[in-house]
């Protein structure tokens, strides 16, 4: 309805005069309209417009979502499927939700209207069909406030000291590194056998020999080779022994891989640098898991260079986890859903972890699982937990990755096993092959330390 909204009377272009005109026979027509309406308001504000009318969309806005939700039932998350409404408090339409998919058709709505929507930011992760969100990350301006609480939920954080506070009391309460390290040793010789004290020891000796010793400080403080040699790439390292790690400018072969599938010779130069990246062969076939990328020195906060790697890792998490489609085609969409690939984000002193996931075809979902700050004292109980805290669930995570993996392969091989034997039809099993999901859009380049206009890429 391009000729809806009159900028000279916005008075009169309500939500309901909009779905009025519309007149929706269909869940998914009424869905499309309050999308599209508030989608509309948005172009309508970006683009050269006075300060009358500005405030005019503001208050349209407003009022198409002043009434808060009720939500019945449990909130659905990427992993979890329940059935449920949206309604205002006097049972106005908002958004009616009926089922998980009714959300992710709204999504996928949502991200289409993206990819053509010229005002917003052309690297936004939203126009190649990725959500971001998390417990702790702030909604983006140009999400649906009513949809957004729907993906969000507390995440699973795995506590390794969990069962061990009474024996980690000496290790916290040491007050000089010397108490620190006897009290480590004395606590690893004691539960030798327990895999969550072998592993907290690991991680809190590789700190006393990098951020919490005082030559290695002033190195990882004075350049970002520095950082990644001394502490983060050791503790990359120990975060599994079932899977292998890349380190130093290493090229994605999902990149490359894709690159060769577009067959595009403006692509063909292009590669994507990561600082490390958790791999794994299974059945022979090379596997990528997570990335990572160090933004600045120990001691730096670059917000400009953090914004560009978040969103270059991005794309590079999109096309890990699409390659891994792609190899395994004729998996089920089931199991490939539950496949999580990683994303870990060095700025100065804070390490994020996120996961990515696809939850619907054309929409994946980048949830923030964890921060923490790397602790440079003995004695910073904290941040010292948070840290293992971090470690110890992307260990999980990467663990139970190359599980699904694993079964994703075992589906393929039957799949393939059966169009050996013509009792597979290969047009039908081509149709329903998981890369049928998928949406283009992996590849990017991004020029110099700092994307223009980044500011509006934060999160």
């Not at 060095?346 to 972890?353: A, E, F, P, Q, T």
């Not at 699904?404 to 081509?430: G, I, T, Y």
């Amino acid at each position: 309805m391009n000729n809806f909204f009159d900028l000279g009377n916005l008075n009169n272009c309500t939500f309901e005069k909009y779905i009025e005109i519309l007149d929706p026979e269909t869940l998914e027509d009424v869905n499309n309209a309050k999308l599209q309406y508030c989608l509309e308001l948005d172009k309508i504000s970006l683009s050269d417009i006075g300060e009358t009318e500005r405030k005019a969309i503001g208050r349209l806005r407003k009022e198409a979502k002043k009434k808060k939700q009720k939500i019945e039932s449990s909130v659905p998350t990427a992993s979890t499927s329940s059935t449920q409404k949206i309604i205002s408090s006097d049972n106005d339409l908002l958004y009616r939700v009926e089922s998980e998919e009714d959300i992710w058709n709204l999504w996928y709505n949502f991200v289409k209207e993206c990819k053509n929507n010229d005002n917003m930011h052309s690297f936004s992760l939203e126009k190649i069909g990725i959500i971001q969100c998390g417990y702790t990350v702030k909604m983006r301006s140009c999400f649906i406030p009513e949809l957004y609480p729907l993906l969000v939920v507390k995440p699973t954080i795995i506590d390794p000291c969990k069962n061990l506070n009474e024996k980690l009391i000496d290790v916290f309460e040491s007050e000089t590194i010397n108490n620190f390290k006897s009290s480590l040793k004395r606590f690893k010789k004691e539960n030798v056998e327990n895999e969550e004290a072998v592993f907290i020891s690991k991680i809190f000796k590789l700190l006393i020999n990098g951020s919490m010793d005082e030559k290695k400080l002033k190195l990882i403080n004075k350049r970002e080779s520095n950082l990644s040699y001394y502490l983060i790439w050791p503790l990359m390292e120990a975060v599994s022994s079932k899977v292998s790690f890349e380190v130093g400018e290493y090229k994605l072969v999902a990149i490359h891989n894709e690159i060769i599938r577009r067959n595009d010779d403006i692509l063909k130069n292009l590669n994507y640098n990561a600082d490390d990246c958790h791999t794994c062969h299974i059945n022979k076939k090379y596997i990528e898991l997570s990335l990572l990328e160090i933004s600045s020195k120990f001691s730096e906060k670059n917000e400009a260079k953090f914004t560009k790697d978040h969103v270059k890792a991005g794309f590079g998490a999109l096309a890990i986890l699409q390659e891994i489609g792609h190899i395994f085609c004729f998996g089920s969409l089931e199991t490939f859903s539950s496949i999580l690939v990683y994303f870990v984000h060095v700025m100065g002193d804070k390490i994020r972890l996120w996961s990515l996931e696809l939850v619907s075809a054309g929409v994946c979902v980048m949830d923030l699982i964890h921060t923490a700050t790397i602790p440079t004292e003995v004695d910073d109980e904290v941040n010292l937990r948070e840290l293992v805290r971090l470690l110890w669930t992307f260990r999980h995570g990467l663990e139970l990755t190359m599980e699904k993996v694993n079964q994703l392969f075992r589906e393929h091989k039957a799949v393939e096993l059966s169009l050996a034997m013509e009792k597979s039809d290969v047009n039908e099993v081509s149709r329903n092959s998981i890369p049928s999901s998928f949406e283009k859009g992996c590849i990017l380049k991004i020029k110099g330390d700092y994307i223009p206009g980044y500011e509006e890429l934060q999160v």
